[in-house]
């Protein structure tokens, strides 16, 4: 048969022209009563050939095993199945609310409504898959775990009541790939697709108690073919609810790992482990489509498939196919994470006797003999609002980028404490993840240029797409698979990469580490020294044999690793040459600041400059009018032109903090770019005034004029404050503000909350 089976076991295997057919051709032995079309169930491929072989009577009595019995006896799933109603899967319940997550709600709601509406039509097109991919954390399995309360975010006056009654209870059943649900060698090569997703649909829905590796092993596991499974999961369902429809979530978690699994025992390559696995999504799909099942059920039920895991190139339907819609997922903001917060450790929220007693236990240590618990409720919210407005609680917590497996690292102490060290904790964490290894596995880095590669993009808010190559070869789109990036869609296929700052620090150590380890192996350790003389003898013959073959290779090795270096070295020149004759705009340059349309379009090159720190003072007075002076005393008694570097003005400077040249790349004049930092380092001042910011302009402005001679003058204001009032930047030619509403953009979100002193969820809605 065109099929592929395994074969069964016991006396009599049937041979033709010398071949086993059971063992070589994957063939089935039939009995007496069985058919064919039994056990296969698919259509066979039409230029196969198809063989049936019956030995000749009264040749041998044919023999009939044990395992043979056991089969012919159980003809339906019905008749093997222990339990007349599905059993509770052991699920973990999460440890806190579900919050910021209304979109991607609505999204799975819209997919269930347009299934619902399919539910009696084969076309493809009526039916649609929803896939959350991401990187580690960011949330994709409990976005699926909620999907089975979506009925939360319905409007239910505007929708089919049959259609309200099935998602207020959905029956929601959770196939981990990577813990129960695992590629098995011996059942995934050699089972039938619908056997395979069948299976694990049965235990994952409690149909059956056996695990899969159990189940694979039964003789008659092709009975758990997905539409008999489905079919026995309704008839227990519509015995227990009195719905008219109902709807089934099948949530197929981490499916990356599956893939990785039929690539790695298959030794077959990823597209192809991708359409192994896309088989069955396709039996899912049939399903759907009511294509192998004519019961009566049909049309009284459907389906909402949702598949999880950390790659978005792996699963991909053809336009002729099924929709499949991309529940994108963003790290939360800071109110989710406050209330998370909240959740664990204010004692009005908890719900169990034992988080209460835990909220109790970190009240006695910080009051000591002063807890009443009287007002255990009142002291709790105290404490929480306490540690809530810590400097170094708030740094730590957007420290993790609201990424909610980071929050929940952050929030793993049990009780809270008056100072307890909320960074070292987050570290600590975040590296025992494991997310900065080097290495041939799935889920490692390929190269620490790779790393270097992907903080810079993090930093500079470098727009990529998927298919961008980095210098090991790997795509962003691999890298992504491993679940060691995190990706934000701004449209048209092209991405941000966004780096928390425990992650970029996580990783930075990697690379400070990597260049310990190279000066490490360079050294010998004393043990190494300890070799016996009588072995170095006998060793010195041997060695000095190979003494010339190995000098002839490092010289051939050498004089290679020098080409290829020389030829790196020149292709990064030429890139360096292509960015610097490039025309970057100031908008370019300060990323997300305000200033006059004009102004941002102005086009620079770029090109390198160090830092200097100048030994007079360029303005001594706010009222002061500085000389056009193109050489610059620095506090190394160094003089240097103007054009040579960024100047730090010396302590004490009015008006202006930093001063440095842009070339112009358009033949006008060069850009003398003047810079003051107006930076609060207490809560009390936390604004600036639109008339404050026109003053300032107006007098730095009269005090460089001079340099308008020479220069087309910029001035930069650069403040961690609020700007209030209002601000006409086009009746301000010349300013380029960076303040609390565009620091995020300029000092990318990885940084921006170090400059931060007032509370990060005062101005959450800019």
Partial sequence: MAQTRPARPGPGRVRVFGSDIEKDLNGIRLLPDDTVEELFKQQPIANHIHIIVQPLFGKRKLEISDEDHERKKAKTLDSILLFATLQSPDIKNPSHKFYDREQALKLILDVAYTNYSGRNSPDHKDHQFIQIPGG?????????????????????????????????????????????????????????????????????????????????????????????????????????????????????????????????????????????????????????????SHHEFDGKYFIIPICTGTSAIDIHFLPTEYTNRIVELKPLNYNSAKLMFLDKYEYVRQTTEAGRNLVVQGLRLYHSSNFNNKDVEKLSTEFCNFVLNQQHFRIAIYDTGFIPKFIDDLLGTYFLTRNFDWGNQLFNKISNRNIATVGDNPDNWKSLDDIRTIISFGLTGQLIKRDFLL????????????????????????????????????????????????????????????????????????????????????????????LQINDEIKIQKEKLTVQKKKNWQLSDIFRGAKGAKMLLQRSVRLRKLEIFTEKDKFLKRTGSIA????????????????????????????????????????????????????????????????????????????????????????????????????????????????????????????????????????????
């Fill in 471 to 562: 210098p090991s070869h790997t795509s962003i789109g691999e890298l992504e698979r491993s679940g060691l990036i995190y990706l934000s869609n701004t449209g048209g296929g092209w991405y941000s990469i966004i780096l928390p700052f425990m992650m970029l620090k996580v990783l930075n150590n990697t690379l400070l580490v990597s260049q310990l380890i190279e000066v490490q192996k360079s050294m010998i350790s004393s043990t190494e020294k300890k070799i016996q003389l009588q072995q170095l003898s006998l060793q010195r013959e041997v060695e000095d044999s190979k003494l010339l073959q190995i000098n002839d290779e490092i010289k051939f090795q050498k004089n290679r690793k020098l």
């Fill in 627 to 766: 000389n056009l002076n193109k050489l610059i005393l620095c506090d190394d008694n160094v003089t240097r032109s103007f054009d040579e570097g960024i100047f730090r003005c010396h302590r004490g400077c009015a008006n202006i903090d930093h001063h440095w040249v842009l070339d112009s790349s358009d033949n006008e004049k060069k850009l003398a770019i003047f810079l003051q930092i107006k930076y609060s380092e207490c809560d009390a001042t936390t604004t600036i005034s639109a008339s404050f910011i026109k003053t300032w302009y107006e007098t730095t402005m009269e005090s460089v004029k001079n340099y308008e001679t020479e220069y087309d003058v910029v001035l930069v204001l650069f403040t961690n404050r609020f700007c209030t009032g209002h601000l006409d930047v086009e009746q301000m030619p010349h300013l380029l503000l960076i303040s609390l509403e565009n620091i995020d953009s300029y000092l990318s979100p990885t940084f921006s909350h170090r400059g931060l002193v007032n509370k990060p969820d005062e101005y959450n809605t800019l």
């Fill in 136 to 292: 580690i954390g960011i949330g994709k399995t409990r976005m699926g775990w909620e999907s089975q309360y979506m009925f939360s975010s319905m409007k239910t006056d505007e929708c089919q009541a049959d259609f309200v009654a099935a998602l207020k209870d959905p029956l929601y059943i959770l196939v981990d790939l990577n813990n129960g649900s695992r590629y098995i060698k011996e059942f995934d090569e050699v089972a039938v697709s619908s056997a395979r997703i069948g299976a694990r649909v049965a235990i994952a829905s409690g149909l059956v108690s056996e695990s899969l590796s159990k189940l694979s092993k039964m003789n008659n596991v092709n009975l758990f073919c997905l539409p008999n499974v489905i079919y026995e999961i309704l008839k227990r369902r519509f015995k227990t609810n009195q719905h008219s429809v109902e709807a089934i979530i099948i949530h197929l978690d981490e499916y990356q790992l599956y893939i990785n699994d039929v690539q790695k025992y298959k030794q077959i390559s990823w597209v192809e482990a991708r359409n192994d696995f896309k088989s069955l999504l396709r039996e899912i799909g049939s399903i759907m489509r009511n294509r192998d």
